[in-house]
């Protein structure tokens, strides 16, 4: 499986942004997709995640309320929209895709299987 993450960018605090990232390699999506970031200077901490059908969706407290992570029909794609963005969401953003993932592990990038490439979205204030 191939990831393909697309859509950062540089937006003032207060402005919206989505992100997409594409499962390739594969007839379906995988089960569990997720989104983390990585700020200069700090761990990578996880974001949200989602199930191919079923199951919960699960956002990390600092975004709940201004993030949505979705998937498209195929279940191929997942995306991340952000509102409300505020300059300490700066960050590398990666998506991740795992098979076969227990729900108490969403939260873990060690559980991760598959990684994107990344995508830079800057928050100025």
């Known amino acids: 499986v191939q990831l393909q993450a697309s859509g950062g960018g540089l937006v003032q605090a207060g402005g919206s942004l989505r992100l997409s990232c594409t499962a390739s390699?594969?007839?379906?999506?995988?089960?569990?997709m997720a989104w983390f970031r990585q700020a200069p200077g700090k761990e990578r901490e996880f974001v949200a995640a989602?199930?191919?059908?079923?199951?919960?969706?699960l956002y990390a407290d600092s975004v709940k309320g201004r993030f949505t992570i979705s998937r498209d029909n195929a279940k191929t794609t997942v995306y991340l929209q952000m509102n409300s963005l505020k300059p300490e969401d700066t960050a590398v953003y990666y998506c991740?895709?795992?098979?076969?993932?227990?729900?108490?592990?969403?939260?873990?990038?060690?559980?991760?299987?598959?990684w994107g490439q990344g995508t830079l979205v800057t928050v100025s204030s």
């Open positions: 991740a895709a795992a098979e076969s993932m227990i729900v108490s592990s969403m939260r873990s990038s060690i559980r991760y299987t598959y």
């Open positions: 390699g594969r007839t379906s999506g995988p089960q569990t």
């Open positions: 989602n199930r191919r059908s079923g199951g919960p969706t």
